[in-house]
């Protein structure tokens, strides 16, 4: 099966500009999640999803990101005003339920200048 | 609060060295404890999942096992190919808290 796919690889932008992340989740998976990870860090949930209504988003930070996953497939996360803290790779997974494990994607490699 | 600690930081290893990799745990309510390897630039792929004490789990030259606290993850005769990031994790509810991982560099 195809896997998590995630767009883009890399971005730089200058802090204070706005920057968008897209995810396209495995066919079929009800369940997606952002996290972030910074660099020599584990992955920190920002946002869950199941279908497209959102389960978790406790540690996202509202004033400057926000996410969305329109129709329960594609989701994009979107970070505005950028600051140079949110410099991170942004991961992308999926899961078919609560009781399976996850599927990342690649990740978006984000560098705030 | 749940919590994920991993032990050590980094671990360098001569190729056929074996050695074991530590992750202890605080959770109410676990769901599952789960093992990813990490290669630089790729997001984490996924080796095993535990859940409950005792359990164990074998992939190639990889065993993890499972107590009430921690979790080890054995690397029996590794090779340099095994060279990654282990990234341990529980799950609580249905979030998945990650530990910071262990850098493995294994040597020819």
């Known amino acids: 099966e195809a896997g998590v796919a995630q767009s883009p690889r890399y971005k730089i932008i200058e802090k204070r500009q706005s920057v968008a992340f897209w995810c396209n989740p495995i066919s079929g998976h009800a369940t997606l999640y952002w996290y972030q990870q910074i660099l020599g860090q584990g992955p920190k949930l920002l946002i869950q999803f199941q279908n497209n209504g959102v389960v978790d988003d406790s540690q996202l930070p509202k004033d400057r990101f926000s996410a969305e996953r329109l129709k329960g497939v594609d989701s994009t996360l979107k970070i505005q005003p950028a600051k140079l803290e949110d410099s991170a790779v942004y991961l992308c997974a999926s899961s078919p339920g609560p009781n399976y494990g996850y599927t990342f994607g690649s990740g978006t490699r984000l560098t705030v200048v | 609060e749940d919590q994920v600690t991993q032990s050590p930081e980094a671990l360098r290893l001569q190729e056929g060295e074996s050695s074991s990799l530590n992750c202890s745990y605080t959770v109410s309510g676990l769901r599952g404890l789960f093992w990813y390897r990490q290669d630089p630039g790729k997001g984490p792929e996924f080796l095993f999942t535990?859940?409950?004490a005792g359990e164990e789990k074998e992939k190639e030259r990889l065993k993890a096992t499972l107590t009430k606290k921690e979790s080890f993850l054995h690397i029996t005769a590794p090779k340099p190919e095994d060279s990654a990031t282990y990234l341990c994790a529980v799950r609580n509810t249905d979030k998945l808290i990650f530990g910071t991982g262990t850098r493995l560099q294994v040597f020819p």
């Open positions: 535990l859940y409950s």
